[in-house]
């Protein structure tokens, strides 16, 4: 042992001779290519390790990177899969996961373990000195248990349990390729801020300047307060994998702002992950990193308000800027020390401010006027379009007084937009009609839909023709009417934003008026039911004349507003499945839930939540009866009860030629697959007996098929396998195959 362990020292010592030196060996052997790097953004947490590829392999040796002990190990049908966490001589752990295999000492224990216990799973603390390593030592071998894909999972943790990143201070990464910069995200914040005309948060792309330079093509105009987030991602540069960066800074003028550096972070604050990602579509450029701290972000390798302020209002932390050009620079950089820059400029000042818009009654004409607060010149430009605003034609301006005025066609159903711009390129526009008002009903129509934001609702209002004027939005509150803000978005669009005290649980009712372009009057009521949850909070909600239910709130950061209402039917129902209910939508702002939400319900003992996904249809969010009569919500969406009486399908069992290993199990797996298009298995519920005898099995999720280590020291002989499963809502099936043991 001790002439091994000094040739691997050895060959340790060559290759630091050619590269600079590292704290551990490399885990596995061959190229140091990964498909994940550290504190990337997953679903609900952190990504606390880097992901090694292994090309498709299945069963590549894992290395003792240093000496150590074995204290824990893990086996489970989801998450890390199996797991082997390494206390390493210096106090940190190392952690390989989606294991298919371990060595020949833990594969028997783990396996007589689970044997004697009667179970498929376990996790195991073990004694300090029972399994212990030198480094360079084979552990494990890599697999795709818990997992899409073959690949190891690998982590480092300091004495605290804290993940670390693998890639600072402890290996070095080939890596000549820069970070992507794909998008820029301004997001006003409070009152009176405005981005570009907008109220609402505006998105801009980068261009390439270089090969890692990107900078945007024109110049911002901002007034009020903001802050910023970025469409970023690295590339190691021999694949399409797109990971997060090690290092992202922004600077205003050259001082900080904000500043991202994934180091570490407990897994207490894993969940934070929600916090600073704005996600508005799918793929790695819809996904924005938030260049600000939001409340309750406690990571310590984020550093930074990341708020600026054009008012002498700025609190502690918030760069106040005056007035005039300011240059943003987003720096990004890699754990190889490769960089981008992304360079952006903004104009802090006021707005223009349209003052006068209108079409004269006693002639063909309109007089417009617009005036900048920070005293600067301002041009107008008006259009006017006669088919509903599909096309508009330039209307010359004339000076009028202290206005300006244009001749215009006489049409009586025109619309007319005057652009106001001011001498530093801010812009306001405003649409306008004829005074003419007519008496009919249902000439204008508009849809209404509505969605959850922190601090209360949107409604987002589509109309069919435009608007001369905004819409007017109220609410029926204690005998009066209670007017909701509403902003104008565009020609055709509108959003009315109610906040949580101007809202009531249960039933609201929202009154739309307004008159389009022709004079035609827009009346139209929508009815929403809204909740407002707190923690430990409920409300009783309605799905259907048969299901009473209520939410209830676990951990809210603050009052949320959850939106309960029927939803249109998106797609076929599974066959085997019954409707229990109508489909029904559930929205609401994710980052404002510390922990899910929970659907409090009795459904009876078959009926299980399902949720609307667009790439794979109805999926099983759980079964109240099997799990104390509530679920977890994990998102917003289109829920629906389904009733499930039918048991899955267990297929021939088959045998799979597998590699070696620690030489415990022989060198082949028998499987079952199994069919279940119903609420899905029950990983728990497994059981596989060898002629009468129980045996250790697993469930493979990803795979669907239920699969049976063979221990070595069988015989080969034909033997009788009996396998029993359930799904998730107790139905159960019981199969029995022969076949012959090699």
């Given at each position: 042992?001790?002439?091994?362990?000094?040739?691997?020292?050895?060959?340790?010592?060559?290759?630091?001779?050619?590269?600079?030196?590292?704290?551990?060996?490399?885990?596995?052997?061959?190229?140091?290519?990964?498909?994940?790097?550290?504190?990337?953004?997953?679903?609900?947490?952190?990504?606390?390790?880097?992901?090694?590829?292994?090309?498709?392999?299945?069963?590549?040796?894992?290395?003792?990177?240093?000496?150590?002990?074995?204290?824990?190990?893990?086996?489970?049908?989801?998450?890390?899969?199996?797991?082997?966490?390494?206390?390493?001589?210096?106090?940190?752990?190392?952690?390989?996961?989606?294991?298919d295999g371990f060595s020949a000492s833990l594969d028997s224990f783990l396996w007589y373990y689970r044997?004697?216990?009667?179970?498929?799973?376990?996790?195991?603390?073990?004694?300090?000195?029972?399994?212990?390593?030198?480094?360079?030592?084979?552990?494990?071998?890599?697999?795709?248990?818990?997992?899409?894909?073959?690949?190891?999972?690998?982590?480092?943790?300091?004495?605290?349990?804290?993940?670390?990143?693998?890639?600072?201070?402890?290996?070095?990464?080939?890596?000549?390729?820069?970070?992507?910069?794909?998008?820029?995200?301004?997001?006003?914040?409070?009152?009176?801020?405005?981005?570009?005309?907008?109220?609402?948060?505006?998105?801009?792309?980068?261009?390439?300047?270089?090969?890692?330079?990107?900078?945007?093509?024109?110049?911002?105009?901002?007034?009020?307060?903001?802050?910023?987030?970025?469409?970023?991602?690295?590339?190691?540069?021999?694949?399409?994998?797109?990971?997060?960066?090690?290092?992202?800074?922004?600077?205003?003028?050259?001082?900080?702002?904000?500043?991202?550096?994934?180091?570490?972070?407990?897994?207490?604050?894993?969940?934070?992950?929600?916090?600073?990602?704005?996600?508005?579509?799918?793929?790695?450029?819809q996904r924005y990193t938030l260049l600000y701290r939001k409340e309750g972000v406690s990571r310590p390798?984020?550093?930074?308000?990341?708020?600026?302020?054009?008012?002498?209002?700025?609190?502690?932390?918030?760069?106040?800027?005056?007035?005039?050009?300011?240059?943003?620079?987003?720096?990004?950089?890699?754990?190889?020390?490769?960089?981008?820059?992304?360079?952006?400029?903004?104009?802090?000042?006021?707005?223009?401010?349209?003052?006068?818009?209108?079409?004269?009654?006693?002639?063909?004409?309109?007089?417009?006027?617009?005036?900048?607060?920070?005293?600067?010149?301002?041009?107008?430009?008006?259009?006017?379009?006669?088919?509903?605003?599909?096309?508009?034609?330039?209307?010359?301006?004339?000076?009028?007084g202290i206005f300006l005025k244009g001749d215009l066609s006489g049409t009586v159903d025109a619309i007319?937009?005057?652009?106001?711009?001011?001498?530093?390129?801010?812009?306001?526009?405003?649409?306008?009609?004829?005074?003419?008002?007519?008496?009919?009903?249902?000439?204008?129509?508009?849809?209404?839909?509505?969605?959850?934001?922190?601090?209360?609702?949107?409604?987002?209002?589509?109309?069919?023709?435009?608007?001369?004027?905004?819409?007017?939005?109220?609410?029926?509150?204690?005998?009066?009417?209670?007017?909701?803000?509403?902003?104008?978005?565009?020609?055709?669009?509108?959003?009315?934003?109610?906040?949580?005290?101007?809202?009531?649980?249960?039933?609201?009712?929202?009154?739309?008026?307004?008159?389009?372009?022709?004079?035609?009057?827009?009346?139209?009521?929508?009815?929403?039911?809204?909740?407002?949850?707190?923690?430990?909070?409920?409300?009783?909600?309605?799905?259907?004349?048969?299901?009473?239910?209520?939410?209830?709130?676990?951990?809210?950061?603050?009052?949320?507003?959850?939106?309960?209402?029927?939803?249109?039917?998106?797609?076929?129902?599974?066959?085997?499945?019954?409707?229990?209910?109508?489909?029904?939508?559930?929205?609401?702002?994710?980052?404002?839930?510390?922990?899910?939400?929970?659907?409090?319900?009795?459904?009876?003992?078959?009926?299980?939540?399902?949720?609307?996904?667009?790439?794979?249809?109805?999926?099983?969010?759980?079964?109240?009866?099997?799990?104390?009569?509530?679920?977890?919500?994990?998102?917003?969406?289109?829920?629906?009860?389904?009733?499930?009486?039918?048991?899955?399908?267990?297929?021939?069992?088959?045998?799979?030629?597998?590699?070696?290993?620690?030489?415990?199990?022989?060198?082949?797996?028998?499987?079952?697959?199994?069919?279940?298009?119903?609420?899905?298995?029950?990983?728990?519920?497994?059981?596989?007996?060898?002629?009468?005898?129980?045996?250790?099995?697993?469930?493979?999720?990803?795979?669907?098929?239920?699969?049976?280590?063979?221990?070595?020291?069988?015989?080969?002989?034909?033997?009788?396998?009996?396998?029993?499963?359930?799904?998730?809502?107790?139905?159960?099936?019981?199969?029995?195959?022969?076949?012959?043991?090699?």
């Amino acid at each position: 042992m001790k002439r091994r362990k000094a040739i691997v020292c050895a060959i340790i010592l060559l290759f630091a001779s050619t590269a600079a030196a590292e704290v551990y060996l490399w885990p596995f052997h061959g190229s140091r290519r990964l498909s994940s790097s550290f504190s990337e953004f997953r679903s609900g947490h952190f990504h606390a390790g880097i992901d090694l590829r292994s090309f498709g392999a299945i069963g590549l040796p894992c290395l003792a990177i240093s000496d150590g002990c074995a204290s824990r190990v893990r086996i489970s049908h989801s998450g890390y899969g199996k797991a082997l966490y390494m206390r390493l001589s210096d106090g940190n752990t190392a952690v390989y996961a989606h294991l298919d295999g371990f060595s020949a000492s833990l594969d028997s224990f783990l396996w007589y373990y689970r044997k004697g216990k009667g179970v498929s799973w376990c996790d195991l603390t073990l004694d300090g000195g029972r399994f212990c390593f030198d480094v360079g030592d084979t552990l494990c071998w890599s697999g795709e248990t818990g997992t899409t894909a073959p690949h190891l999972h690998f982590e480092l943790r300091d004495s605290s349990q804290r993940p670390l990143n693998p890639l600072e201070g402890f290996y070095h990464l080939p890596d000549e390729t820069a970070p992507m910069i794909s998008g820029l995200e301004v997001i006003p914040r409070g009152e009176g801020s405005i981005v570009d005309g907008s109220r609402f948060p505006r998105f801009y792309l980068f261009r390439a300047s270089g090969r890692e330079n990107y900078e945007l093509a024109d110049t911002l105009h901002l007034d009020g307060s903001f802050s910023f987030a970025v469409s970023t991602w690295d590339e190691q540069g021999f694949s399409r994998y797109h990971m997060a960066p090690y290092d992202i800074e922004i600077l205003i003028d050259g001082a900080p702002l904000y500043h991202i550096r994934n180091s570490i972070f407990s897994y207490a604050q894993s969940g934070e992950v929600d916090l600073e990602y704005d996600i508005v579509g799918k793929g790695s450029s819809q996904r924005y990193t938030l260049l600000y701290r939001k409340e309750g972000v406690s990571r310590p390798d984020r550093t930074g308000q990341g708020i600026i302020d054009s008012s002498a209002n700025g609190k502690n932390g918030v760069i106040i800027l005056e007035r005039g050009i300011h240059r943003g620079e987003i720096s990004i950089i890699d754990a190889s020390g490769n960089r981008s820059e992304g360079i952006f400029f903004f104009s802090i000042h006021d707005h223009p401010v349209i003052t006068e818009a209108r079409v004269l009654e006693a002639a063909p004409e309109a007089i417009v006027s617009a005036v900048d607060p920070d005293g600067g010149e301002v041009t107008g430009r008006l259009f006017e379009s006669i088919d509903g605003g599909n096309e508009y034609s330039a209307v010359p301006l004339t000076p009028f007084g202290i206005f300006l005025k244009g001749d215009l066609s006489g049409t009586v159903d025109a619309i007319y937009r005057y652009e106001a711009i001011d001498d530093e390129g801010a812009r306001a526009v405003e649409f306008f009609g004829t005074p003419v008002t007519r008496g009919e009903r249902d000439s204008t129509f508009c849809e209404a839909d509505i969605r959850a934001v922190e601090d209360g609702v949107v409604i987002d209002i589509t109309t069919d023709r435009i608007a001369k004027s905004d819409l007017s939005v109220t609410r029926p509150a204690e005998g009066s009417l209670r007017k909701i803000e509403v902003i104008r978005t565009g020609p055709l669009t509108f959003s009315a934003i109610a906040r949580n005290k101007e809202l009531k649980n249960g039933l609201n009712i929202f009154r739309i008026e307004g008159f389009d372009h022709r004079g035609f009057p827009l009346i139209r009521t929508e009815a929403f039911r809204i909740y407002l949850l707190r923690s430990q909070s409920e409300a009783n909600i309605v799905i259907s004349d048969t299901l009473e239910a209520s939410l209830r709130g676990q951990a809210v950061s603050a009052e949320a507003a959850v939106v309960v209402n029927a939803a249109r039917f998106p797609g076929s129902i599974p066959e085997g499945l019954k409707p229990v209910t109508s489909a029904f939508s559930i929205d609401f702002c994710e980052e404002s839930f510390r922990r899910p939400m929970k659907l409090v319900c009795d459904t009876g003992r078959k009926t299980a939540l399902f949720l609307w996904e667009e790439d794979e249809g109805w999926s099983c969010v759980g079964v109240p009866a099997m799990e104390g009569g509530s679920v977890d919500i994990p998102e917003s969406g289109i829920y629906i009860f389904l009733y499930d009486g039918l048991p899955p399908v267990i297929r021939h069992a088959a045998l799979e030629e597998r590699y070696a290993g620690s030489g415990f199990f022989k060198p082949y797996i028998c499987y079952l697959p199994v069919d279940e298009t119903g609420s899905g298995i029950d990983p728990w519920s497994a059981e596989t007996y060898l002629d009468g005898e129980r045996v250790v099995c697993e469930w493979d999720e990803f795979r669907k098929r239920l699969y049976m280590p063979v221990p070595a020291f069988l015989p080969p002989e034909y033997v009788k396998l009996r396998a029993e499963i359930s799904d998730r809502s107790g139905n159960r099936t019981v199969e029995e195959f022969g076949f012959m043991l090699k």
